[in-house]
């Protein structure tokens, strides 16, 4: 079977789960094979109003993944980022001073003590570390904006997540253009996210 190729405005659900489900259960995929020695990170772009669907996309696609004996490690940045505010004690702070500061104060706060290479990738680490998995789901990317970026948190993954795959769910779309490189363009407006490792997981052969 062969990558399925759609228009963002004719995004179909079940189809997006077939090709996943087909894909991601195929010894190609788990044994990372024709990646020509990038790491093995993709992108699984959809449309940002169809995040509800998408979320229990996710978990049905990992219930009947682990069905067939495919470890999955689920991890939510959302969620991830409220554990560490808290283990830090800083979470009630966090919503106190939410306040009374503007938003660009609150986001420099944020971005400080969330800061992807020296507390986000590595409490990930601590995930890997803690359980067999063979596979990596990475959602809440929407989320986290602006605080998180989905680009700085792949590119301080790469020398963590290189021994299995890594599927990252991104409310927006994933372009690639002779003049601008590859770009993550969060809810299809923000423009600014370069990363060019990741394949695109609907452009992925089965």
Same mark, same amino acid.
């Given at each position: 079977m062969v990558?399925?190729?759609?228009?963002?405005?004719?995004?179909?659900?079940?189809?997006?789960?077939?090709?996943?489900?087909?894909?991601?259960?195929?010894?190609?995929?788990l044994k990372?094979?024709? $990646?020509?020695?990038? #790491?093995?990170?993709?992108?699984?772009?959809?449309? !940002?109003?169809? /995040?509800?669907? =998408?979320? +229990?996309?996710?978990?049905?696609?990992?219930?009947?993944?682990?069905?067939?004996?495919?470890?999955?490690?689920?991890?939510?940045?959302?969620?991830?980022?409220?554990?560490?505010?808290?283990?830090?004690?800083?979470?009630?702070?966090?919503?106190?001073?939410?306040?009374?500061?503007?938003?660009?104060?609150?986001?420099? $706060?944020?971005?400080? #003590?969330?800061?992807?290479?020296?507390?986000?990738? !590595?409490?990930? /680490?601590?995930? =890997?570390? +803690?359980?067999?998995?063979?596979?990596?789901?990475?959602?809440?990317?929407?989320?986290?904006?602006?605080?998180?970026?989905?680009?700085?948190?792949?590119?301080?993954?790469?020398?963590?997540?290189?021994?299995?795959?890594?599927?990252?769910?991104?409310?927006?779309?994933?372009?690639?253009?002779?003049?601008?490189?590859?770009?993550?363009?969060?809810?299809?407006?923000?423009?600014?996210?370069?990363?060019?490792?990741?394949?695109?997981?609907?452009?992925?052969?089965?």
């Open positions: 990558s399925i190729n759609y228009d963002i405005g004719s995004f179909s659900i079940q189809d997006s789960f077939d090709h996943l489900l087909k894909l991601i259960s195929s010894e190609r995929f990372k094979q024709g $990646l020509g020695n990038e #790491v093995p990170f993709f992108i699984c772009p959809f449309p !940002p109003q169809k /995040a509800a669907d =998408m979320d +229990k996309l996710r978990i049905q696609l990992r219930n009947k993944l682990e069905q067939q004996g495919i470890r999955i490690l689920d991890i939510n940045l959302y969620d991830l980022a409220v554990d560490l505010l808290k283990k830090r004690n800083i979470w009630d702070r966090i919503l106190e001073t939410e306040k009374s500061v503007d938003k660009e104060q609150l986001k420099e $706060l944020l971005q400080g #003590v969330l800061d992807s290479q020296s507390h986000l990738v !590595p409490a990930i /680490a601590e995930e =890997m570390a +803690k359980t067999d998995f063979d596979v990596m789901f990475i959602s809440g990317v929407g989320e986290v904006f602006p605080y998180i970026r989905s680009h700085n948190v792949l590119n301080n993954l790469q020398s963590t997540a290189k021994d299995q795959p890594t599927v990252m769910f991104f409310p927006g779309a994933y372009t690639h253009s002779l003049e601008t490189g590859a770009s993550l363009d969060l809810f299809g407006r923000l423009h600014d996210d370069k990363y060019y490792r990741a394949f695109n997981i609907f452009h992925c052969e089965i």
